[in-house]
């Protein structure tokens, strides 16, 4: 009965492979590279603790057990807006909107931008979480390859074809879920020109830009892009933040930093959808960030290269010939590419049978379902032995 009256875009949202994995976090005995996933121990529990106190006491317990502004917390904004100073991206919490995690804001782009048939250019692969928010939307989607030689009349002509127009440019560019990789400043001066020639936005997803383990800062797009063009309000990139991986996924915060038109339409979709995000945990993010926001990401930062080294080191030792991997200098991934004749989702189902070992199969990531033999491992959450004893086991696996 439900298939007959389900509207056409039910037909394009299916589970997300992420979200069923993590069910096996409830098994004691399997090592899980699975989810994108923060250390809970490194939580800066005590800071919310008082922040929590604080906001419940009598200066504030009514402001945030009360309805709020549809486009957030007007402090958290305004430190908002001078973290994005810090990054070469001038602007005034005007710009700022608050969204229920960075996730809220990709499904708010996709329903801004694309209509039926309309093209979204991706990276092959991307994001997991992004393909499922625009998928709604009934898009297409193209490769993005910012140093290809593709012409911008060749991604429209693609995209008329399929009857619709080239709509945004999707970009994780700093450790992108899933492979870690990152867009190098030539990369991203190229997507701007792309985006340009084509009037189209760019989505820019900075989701792990605090999380740098080494080399130099590369600026965000939308900094580029404001060193070109002068202000905020001339950018056609919309910047998409999170508290998620840096203070707490739990409290659900993030925020998009965009030229002013942008962010009032989105404002209306925040309005229609949710009213505003909650305003206790607003407030609580807010004296969080202020009391230590910096050091604490300093610590991160320390905590989170040592993992990354451990699983780099237990790659090289344990994987068979033929399995290659990414060097990320920063987020929470390495991406591995098996030999052609291996499928990541059959191995995974052996992985758990076997070894009782849990990663991502990278068929998913890729919106045409294609490359099959590559998996994504995280190494944020698991411990140095538990890395060791996982990484030795996904190579006798393999070997087998």
């Not at 309805?67 to 908002?80: M, Q, V």
């Not at 900075?206 to 404001?226: H, M, T």
């Not at 991997?325 to 989702?345: C, K, R, S, Y």
């Not at 099959?372 to 959450?381: P, Q």
Request: glycine share 6%; net charge neutral.
């Amino acid at each position: 009965m439900w298939d007959q009256i389900f509207s056409s875009r039910m037909s394009r949202m299916t589970a997300s492979e992420i979200r069923e994995l993590l069910k096996l976090l409830d098994q004691p005995d399997i090592i899980s590279f699975a989810g994108g996933i923060p250390d809970p121990k490194l939580f800066p529990i005590a800071a919310f603790q008082d922040a929590f106190a604080e906001t419940l006491g009598p200066d504030t317990q009514n402001e945030a057990l009360q309805y709020s502004a549809s486009e957030g917390y007007p402090p958290l904004r305004d430190w908002i807006a001078a973290q994005m100073a810090k990054l070469g991206i001038p602007c005034t919490r005007d710009n700022i909107l608050i969204t229920s995690g960075s996730q809220q804001a990709l499904d708010y782009l996709g329903k801004l931008f694309l209509s039926p048939n309309d093209t979204a250019l991706v990276s092959w692969p991307t994001y997991l979480g992004a393909l499922g928010a625009f998928n709604a939307y009934e898009p297409h989607y193209d490769r993005l390859m910012p140093h290809a030689n593709r012409t911008p009349a060749d991604y429209a002509a693609r995209a008329a074809d399929k009857g619709g127009k080239v709509k945004f440019a999707y970009a994780s560019v700093d450790f992108a879920n899933p492979t870690g990789e990152t867009i190098d400043r030539a990369g991203r001066e190229s997507l701007l020109d792309l985006a340009d020639e084509l009037n189209i936005a760019v989505i820019e997803d900075a989701a792990y830009q605090s999380l740098r383990y080494d080399g130099d800062a590369i600026p965000p797009v939308l900094a580029l892009e404001i060193a070109r063009k002068g202000s905020i309000e001339n950018c056609r990139t919309i910047y998409c933040g999170s508290f998620s991986k840096t203070l707490s996924p739990g409290l659900r915060v993030g925020w998009v930093c965009a030229a002013k038109p942008v962010i009032s339409r989105l404002v209306l979709m925040k309005q229609a959808a949710d009213l505003h995000s909650a305003t206790i945990n607003q407030i609580a993010i807010t004296k969080v960030a202020k009391a230590c926001f910096d050091d604490h990401v300093s610590n991160l930062r320390n905590a989170y290269k040592k993992r990354r080294d451990y699983m780099l080191n237990a790659l090289s030792k344990h994987m068979p010939d033929g399995v290659t991997w990414t060097q990320p200098e920063g987020g929470m991934f390495i991406w591995l590419t098996l030999p052609d004749h291996m499928d990541g989702a059959t191995m995974l189902a052996k992985s758990l049978e076997t070894q009782r070992v849990a990663f991502v199969p990278g068929r998913a990531f890729h919106a045409d379902g294609s490359c099959g033999n590559t998996i994504r491992l995280n190494f944020s959450l698991p411990d140095k032995a538990t890395i060791e004893e996982g990484i030795k086991r996904l190579g006798a696996l393999l070997r087998s």
